[in-house]
């Protein structure tokens, strides 16, 4: 969109943003979360081909946008679409980043694996040289030897075939080096149970929940932003996890 239509909305939406910000207007981040959640859909459509589910996809996008908003100083000039973009691409990278991992590190190693490779790419520009194990832990604000496990964790981010022959050359493939089983694994299983319950949830109520039980949203927060009262989602995450309850009980014989 463009010309005099186009400086009408980003005029609304400043005025919006300058409400929202002033005195946390719940009707302003109504409004400013309508006016961008095509741009946020939009973005979240560029990484369906990885294999993720588009609703899940919308709904990482929303909270990037939702940080955006927050974040956005309208005295740098600069347009929420920028901003936006470079947010909701940032959360959804960042989303995809964290359910690569073949094993899943300690949340320390594993923050630490991220900040390490940005300060890589940060480093290298500015060198024009890859860093040293030493100019790299330095920048970062940690050891060497903490630099050095949190680099060797990236290993996990991808799996060999199981039919991959040993480092030796014998006959022994990876499948033959596995070990016991893991009491782990219970929760693994309670995840594969709980994704396709999930799915039968209305877009809606799958927002609620995750914004509640994996962002930390408190009920006022969420209620804000889908248009509903603090008691309207109380209720909304009551009746979703006793449907969820439900469909997970074994029908009786």
């Known amino acids: 969109m463009s010309g005099p239509r186009a400086t009408d909305r980003r005029a609304e939406v400043h005025e919006a943003l300058a409400a929202y910000h002033d005195s946390r207007d719940e009707a302003a981040l109504n409004f400013i979360v309508s006016a961008y959640q095509g741009l946020a859909r939009s973005l979240a459509n560029r990484f369906v081909q990885r294999g993720e589910d588009i609703d ?33 691409l940032g959360e959804l990278k960042r989303h995809l980043r964290d359910r690569s991992w073949w094993v899943r590190p300690p949340r320390r190693v594993h923050d630490l694996y991220i900040n390490a490779q940005q300060a890589i790419d940060e480093l290298a520009q500015v060198l024009g040289r890859s860093p040293t194990m030493a100019e790299l832990a330095r920048h ?64 809606r109520d799958r927002l609620v929940l995750n914004l509640r039980f994996v962002g930390g949203w408190s009920q006022t927060q969420i209620g804000a932003l889908i248009g ?22 074994p029908e009786s014989a």
């Open 56 to 88: 899940d996809l919308n709904q990482v996008a929303l909270i990037g946008l939702l940080k955006a908003i927050e974040r956005f100083d309208l005295a740098r000039g600069t347009e929420l679409t920028t901003f936006a973009t470079a947010t909701i």
């Open 140 to 203: 970062i604000g940690a050891s060497p030897e903490d630099v050095v496990e949190a680099l060797e964790a990236g290993a996990l981010r991808s799996s060999s075939s199981l039919d991959t022959p040993g480092p030796t050359g014998e006959d022994g493939h990876a499948w033959g080096q596995f070990g016991a089983g893991d009491p782990g694994l219970a929760e693994v299983e309670g995840r594969l149970v709980l994704t396709p319950l999930l799915a039968r949830l209305g877009e």
């Open 228 to 249: 509903a009262t603090q008691m309207q989602v109380s209720r909304m995450l009551a009746r979703s996890l006793a449907q969820l309850r439900a469909w997970s009980e």
